[in-house]
């Protein structure tokens, strides 16, 4: 496969100029749910489609512009398009190929027996896609849209478009990821109106392509890598189960509160500066401080209490201890005698130490015999330490085992911490951390461990370790 830099960039943007066809023609392999939605769709917005699958019976619905499957303005939209001379269908792939200028894949990809995904159908598709294209000379674009782990489009799909038809990936074809987000039931409508409209593509000419096909329906795609793209349909739909289960889990409990779980939630979905935001959905380090750590106890205790089971959210704080031993495993990993922390209350600009997640750390660093040489800009010497320990005596064991002696691992400047620690662990952004740090990088060789993306641009060297990038 040629070692072609994929295309990527961090949002939206003009591309530069590539001829493309004002209307490519456009072929789509599998004719389930998404790919019948997408033939019926392309075609109402002035396309070619070609329809193909191995199902005969999916190939005469299509070809006759009956639907498969039961969705709404599905059927009207396909037979407007037979009518039109715009919808047809066949189950010769390579011919489909060899006749459009794009090739949308959605094919099946169903669990395979270990768990994992099934690529059958994708390598199928893929050496009968081959065969079409190594009868043309033509740039075609191939363009996946299945749930697919994170490199499989490049890693299965490609190389076997590039073996099979003697093609060579970038000159003769483009390949892009652009997941669908269509809900059955107001899947056309979801078409016309995307929450999103997410493009992966290995170049500009293959992202300008789908960008055009895309514009009538949205102007502004968000254009990324295939493998964020490829992750991005995954993490969508983990979410969206999540969700599902929150809120189940709030309404088991409130009934046996005697609550209604409908008002809680109502007022619950309200709030979309914090509850229905980008707010707390960044990776990083984990979470802590007076409310979050002890209204997560609270709560599963009321459940319990009540006979109640509620997995997500008792499994929370499992989910959380595993963030900070993943962050101390990462400190172990460099072998550092002495360790520098950058940043020791539970957030930035606060002197709030109850049940900051570092303190685990250093804890448990502690207690292995290794030194450690802190540093916060909120919190000194005079910082009433002892008097938050009573708040959290049950809830914290880092602040407990550390509260007598926590004074004297701090430096009054952080520069300190830089120079003298074999490892640094930082925990808030602050510029000047970002600055220290990547000079104890640079010069000294330091090994960085950054739990919350302290940097604007992510330093390269092999010195530094993100937690979760």
Request: contains cysteine.
């Amino acid at each position: 496969m040629t070692n072609l830099a994929p295309f990527s960039t961090a949002g939206a943007r003009p591309l530069p100029f590539h001829t493309v066809i004002s209307k490519p023609a456009i072929s789509v392999v599998g004719l389930g749910y998404v790919g019948a939605v997408s033939t019926a769709c392309l075609s109402s917005l002035g396309h070619r489609v070609v329809g193909v699958d191995i199902d005969p019976e999916k190939v005469s619905d299509i070809a006759a512009g009956r639907s498969p499957i039961h969705e709404k303005d599905l059927e009207r939209l396909l037979t407007e398009g037979v009518e039109d001379g715009l919808v047809t269908a066949t189950d010769d792939l390579a011919r489909a190929v060899e006749d459009t200028d794009v090739t949308f894949v959605s094919v099946g990809t169903p669990t395979a027996p270990d768990g994992g995904c099934d690529y059958r159908f994708i390598e199928a598709a893929a050496k009968s896609m081959a065969a079409g294209l190594a009868r043309k000379s033509k740039f075609h674009v191939f363009v996946m849209r299945c749930s697919i782990p994170p490199g499989t489009t490049m890693k299965v799909m490609t190389p076997i478009l590039e073996a099979v038809s003697g093609k060579t990936l970038g000159k003769d074809f483009g390949v892009a990821f652009n997941p669908e987000f269509l809900r059955e039931g107001v899947a056309v409508d979801d078409f016309y109106a995307p929450p999103k409209t997410v493009i992966g593509a290995t170049c500009d000419r293959t992202a300008n392509t789908l960008s055009q096909i895309y514009a009538p329906v949205d102007e502004a795609p968000i254009l990324t890598s295939i493998e964020t793209a490829e992750m991005v349909k995954y993490v969508d739909n983990v979410w969206h189960a999540a969700k599902v289960c929150f809120a189940n889990e709030v309404g088991r409990l409130a009934k046996s509160q005697g609550v209604d779980s409908h008002e809680v939630m109502d007022v619950f979905c309200q709030d979309q500066k914090l509850n229905l935001s980008p707010y707390y959905l960044k990776p990083g380090f984990a979470y802590g401080g007076s409310c979050l750590p002890k209204e997560v106890r609270a709560v599963a205790h009321i459940a319990k209490s009540a006979g109640v089971s509620v997995p997500m959210i008792e499994n929370l704080g499992t989910s959380n201890n595993a963030q900070i031993e993943e962050a101390i495993q990462m400190v172990r990993a460099t072998g550092a005698k002495r360790v520098g922390v950058l940043g020791i209350a539970f957030k930035p600009g606060t002197d709030d130490l109850r049940e900051s997640p570092i303190l685990e750390v250093i804890a448990a660093l502690r207690a292995e015999g290794v030194e450690i040489i802190a540093h916060d800009p909120a919190i000194t010497t005079a910082t009433n330490i002892e008097g938050q320990l009573g708040y959290v005596k049950h809830g914290s064991p880092g602040l407990a085992a550390l509260a007598k002696e926590l004074r004297s691992f701090l430096a009054e400047d952080a520069a300190d911490v830089a120079e003298q620690a074999d490892a640094i662990i930082v925990t808030q952004r602050h510029p000047f951390y970002a600055t220290l740090t990547r000079r104890a990088m640079e010069h000294s060789k330091t090994p960085v461990i950054d739990v919350v993306r302290a940097f604007e641009k992510l330093p390269t060297c092999s010195e530094y370790r993100g937690i979760g990038w």
